[in-house]
């Protein structure tokens, strides 16, 4: 079993910038797995935000936040973040986090195992 906890979520206004994190704990499935950052707004799919993958940190983006938001990781902390700069109002959702033993960068959220809670990030105009 995997555990992920996100945290970092909060309320800013338009232009601000907010950093989750998502902590991974329980088997050893990082070597060789994917770690995703999803988001869902009221009334709407959850969608991707962005990928890594654990070993060789290789990233992808959704196109509505290339640019302004970044993947990272700490294998040493067992930790991802996303770094959300210039957030917009449309940015508005519950983030989650996600993980799946592949060496690809799934996109789908169908193809994820694992998911944390999720954490609020409310932008403001």
């Known amino acids: 079993q995997v555990q992920l906890v996100e945290s970092g979520g909060g309320l800013v206004q338009a232009g601000a910038s907010l950093r989750l994190s998502c902590a991974a704990s329980g088997a050893r499935v990082f070597s060789s797995s994917a770690l995703g950052w999803f988001r869902q707004a009221p009334g709407k799919e959850r969608e991707f935000v962005a990928v890594?993958?654990?070993?060789?940190?290789?990233?992808n983006y959704a196109d509505s936040v290339t640019g302004r938001f970044t993947i990272s990781r700490d294998n040493a902390k067992n930790t991802v973040y996303l770094q959300m700069n210039s957030l917009k109002p449309e940015d508005t959702a519950v983030y989650y986090c996600a993980a799946v033993r592949t060496l690809r960068r799934p996109v789908n959220k169908d193809e994820y195992d694992y998911w944390g809670q999720g954490t609020q990030v409310t932008v403001s105009s």
């Open positions: 890594i993958t654990w070993s060789g940190g290789s990233t």
